[in-house]
């Protein structure tokens, strides 16, 4: 037995149950707890590995995209739909950098099963502009700040910093510092550029409450 039929025969054995467990270990803790099991999609025939089309939401759009259970979010964002701007720097659930919103709740996207965020509400750094969207007015002023107080050097971590800004603020629009550094502990910045992140957050939530910086 070759490791493919290997893999399809135990796959076919666990069944729905099985899926469950591969997203467990693919993913974290927390996404495992707010997705019920039956949202694995089931195949139509006796492939596991057999794509399956889903809707997914992004950014106010709507897409049929083909997934496999194995494939994650990042992957189809990124190399299934063009939307480049969600970052993939470790790809393996580390640094933050690919980080988006499902339902406004940060994520990592390079860990998080694609069919899972099916029917859910997906934010990416391009969201910045659907009208009427409290996430879009948001995001927008998180970026504009981070303009503002030159929140990036490189670059590379801030579509995940933005996005994990954007979801602290919808949730607490006037966070304290501590609060601030522990929305964004999940979030690594490699240019150690902390100091104007912090600044970005803050000013954005000043402006966000008409104030001024
Ligand atoms: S690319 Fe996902 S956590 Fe680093
Ligand atoms: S700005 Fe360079 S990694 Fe954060």
């Not at 069919?115 to 934010?123: E, K, L, S, V």
Request: proline fraction near 5%.
């Amino acid at each position: 037995m070759n490791r493919r039929t290997f893999l399809k025969t135990s796959a076919i054995s666990a069944g729905v149950v099985g899926l469950g467990g591969i997203a467990l270990t693919a993913g974290n803790t927390t996404t495992v707890v707010e997705t019920p099991t039956e949202s694995v999609p089931t195949t139509s025939n006796s492939d596991p590995f057999a794509l399956q089309t889903v809707t997914l939401n992004i950014n106010g759009k709507a897409y049929e995209v083909g997934v496999e259970p194995r494939d994650m979010l990042n992957n189809i964002l990124r190399d299934g739909l063009g939307l480049i701007g969600t970052k993939r720097p470790c790809n393996r659930g580390e640094c933050g950098g690919c980080t988006v919103l499902i339902d406004d709740v940060p994520h990592m996207s390079c860990t998080y099963p694609a069919f899972r965020a099916a029917g859910h509400n997906i934010i990416t750094v391009e969201g910045y502009n659907m009208p009427s969207s409290a996430e879009s007015k948001v995001l927008n002023a998180v970026q504009l700040a981070w303009v503002q107080e030159d929140g990036g050097q490189c670059s590379g971590c801030q579509p995940g910093q933005i996005m994990s800004a954007t979801a602290l603020l919808l949730s607490n629009p006037n966070p304290t510092l501590d609060e601030i550094k522990t929305a964004m502990s999940g979030n690594i910045c490699r240019c150690g550029n902390y100091a104007g992140i912090i600044a970005s957050i803050q000013t954005a939530a000043l402006n966000l409450q008409g104030g001024s910086a």
